[in-house]
């Protein structure tokens, strides 16, 4: 079995290696510390799993997640962050993630995350999976989850503290399109300043 670990954060790697390594003793790891390290990776071996960090430099994982679910449509991807889970989890998930795990888990919720997502199936932990469960019985999703995977970013780099002039250098972007996307959250959120926007965050658990 071979695993690719994906995260710009070297001693992380090297901590899911060793996690993983004591559940597949046979298993054999790769590691990517970019986005480009990851595609280069993908496309010249075959992988059985990818676990990929979806904040690394450059281009976004959730457009990796993309580029996988397109080229590589059978490989499990387990996606991990430092986010919470209301955050990001159904969004990964929507575009093709097999699972998320928060960076702050226990090595034994990997393990299980792991053996899961092999197997076929899908993992969120216990808390989201009753969230997710509840929210089935409302019509109408919240603002936040009609945002573009951009705008996202843009959202999440602003409540990180970011200006807008370092959000469209994280992202490759000119600061004119960074502005165009911050003003279409605005609208989406139906927030009128940053402020407000904090404010949302923090009303649907994403501060």
């Known amino acids: 079995m071979k695993i690719l670990i994906a995260d710009d954060h070297a001693v992380l790697r090297k901590g899911l290696v060793q996690i993983l390594a004591e559940e597949y003793p046979a298993a054999q790891f790769g590691e990517a510390a970019t986005t480009p390290e990851t595609l280069a990776c993908l496309s010249q071996h075959p992988w059985d799993?990818?676990?990929?960090?979806?904040?690394?430099?450059?281009?976004?994982?959730?457009?990796?997640?993309?580029?996988?679910?397109?080229?590589?449509?059978?490989?499990?991807?387990?996606v991990l962050s430092s986010a919470p889970e209301e955050q990001l989890a159904v969004?990964?998930?929507?575009?093709?993630?097999?699972?998320?795990?928060?960076?702050?888990?226990a090595p034994e919720h990997l393990a299980l995350a792991v053996r899961k997502v092999l197997a076929g199936g899908k993992y969120v932990s216990a808390t989201l999976a009753e969230s997710l469960a509840a929210g089935l019985s409302q019509d109408s999703r919240p603002p936040h989850e009609t945002l573009s995977d951009r705008e996202f970013e843009v959202m999440r780099l602003l409540l990180a503290g970011r200006s807008l002039k370092e959000i469209a250098a994280e992202l490759s972007l000119s600061p004119k399109t960074v502005s165009t996307f911050h003003t279409r959250l605005w609208e989406k959120l139906r927030v009128r300043s940053d402020v407000e926007l904090v404010r949302y965050a923090q009303e649907h658990g994403m501060a």
């Open 49 to 78: 799993l990818l676990v990929l960090d979806i904040f690394m430099p450059g281009r976004t994982g959730l457009e990796v997640l993309h580029d996988v679910r397109d080229h590589y449509p059978n490989l499990p991807v387990l």
């Open 91 to 105: 969004r990964v998930l929507k575009a093709g993630a097999s699972g998320y795990l928060n960076k702050q888990a």
